[in-house]
C-alpha cells in the first residue's frame, strides 16, 4: 500500500517549520514508522565543492533517517534566498512540477509516510502561478500548518486556514510552535485564542533551544514530540 502523505506548511517564514517536521519525523520513526522526506524546493542554499546544499533538506533527512538520493529529497536547490520561482527563474532554471510528483512516488513506494515540507507558506509560488497549496492538493496530502507562538500569530493562522478552506484542502491541524525562551503576553494567550477559533490544536511544541543534528537531539526530539503532539491524529 502506498504510503500516506503530510503536508507541511508554515503560516510565514521563520516560523520553525523544519524543526517542526524534523521532530514529527522524529517521533513517528521512534514509533516504528518508515519516515520518507521531501523538500521540493529549497532556496538560500549556501555553496560548497561546486554544488548546493540544501540544510533544510539535510536535516529533514538526519531527523527521519530517510536514505532517499539526495536529488529525490530535494529536487531542486537555488543559492538566492527567494520564492522558488523568483530565485528559479533568476537561475535560468524551471521547476518541473513532474519531477516533484515522480520524487514523492519514490519516496512512497519505500515508506510508510512521506512528510513533504513546502517553503515559506501555501501561497508561495513554486512555478508561474503555481503555488504550494496547488501541490498540496494534487497530491492529496492532509494539511499541517505550522504557527509560530509570537505577536500576529491568530491573523497569519486565520488567513492560511481560510485559504486552506478556500481551495479544498484537508486539514489535519495545526501545530503551535514556540520560538523564544521567555513568552510574551501575546504568546501567553495565543494557545487559548487559537484553540476557542480553530479547536484544539495538535499540540503546543516548547521551546527546544539549540537543536543539532546529532543522535542524542534525534531522540530528544522523539521524545518532546511524542510528549506534545497527539500523533494519532495524524494516522490516516
Not at 2 to 24: H, M, N, S
Not at 68 to 94: D, N
Request: proline share 6%; net charge neutral; aromatic share 4%.
Amino acid at each position: 500500500m502506498p504510503a500516506r502523505i503530510l503536508f507541511i506548511t508554515g503560516t510565514d517564514t521563520g516560523v520553525g517549520k523544519t524543526t517542526v517536521a524534523a521532530g514529527l519525523a522524529a517521533a513517528l520513526t521512534a514509533r516504528g514508522e518508515t519516515v520518507g522526506v521531501l523538500k521540493p524546493a529549497e532556496t538560500g542554499c549556501e555553496a560548497a565543492e561546486g554544488q548546493l546544499l540544501a540544510s533544510d533538506a539535510r536535516r529533514l533527512a538526519f531527523f527521519s533517517g530517510c536514505g532517499a538520493e539526495a536529488q529525490t529529497i530535494c529536487p531542486y536547490r537555488f543559492r538566492e534566498p527567494l520564492a522558488p520561482s523568483v530565485a528559479a527563474e533568476r537561475a535560468g532554471q524551471r521547476i518541473d512540477l513532474s519531477v516533484i510528483r515522480a520524487a514523492c512516488e519514490r519516496l512512497r513506494a519505500a515508506h510508510s509516510v512521506v512528510l513533504v515540507e513546502g517553503a515559506g507558506g501555501l501561497l508561495v509560488p513554486l512555478v508561474d502561478r503555481v503555488t504550494f497549496a496547488d501541490v498540496c492538493a494534487e497530491l492529496d496530502a492532509p494539511l499541517v500548518i505550522v504557527v509560530a507562538n509570537k505577536l500576529g500569530a491568530v491573523n497569519h493562522a486565520a488567513l492560511t486556514m481560510r485559504c486552506a478552506e478556500r481551495d479544498g484542502l484537508r486539514l489535519a491541524g495545526y501545530v503551535i510552535n514556540t520560538i523564544t525562551p521567555q513568552p510574551d503576553l501575546a504568546a501567553e494567550t495565543n494557545v487559548s485564542v487559537l484553540t476557542k477559533l480553530f479547536g484544539p490544536p495538535l499540540g503546543v511544541i516548547p521551546w527546544l533551544g539549540d537543536v543539532r543534528e546529532t543522535p542524542a537531539d534525534r531522540a530528544r526530539l522523539a521524545r518532546i514530540f511524542r510528549e506534545h503532539l497527539a500523533l494519532d491524529r495524524l494516522q490516516g
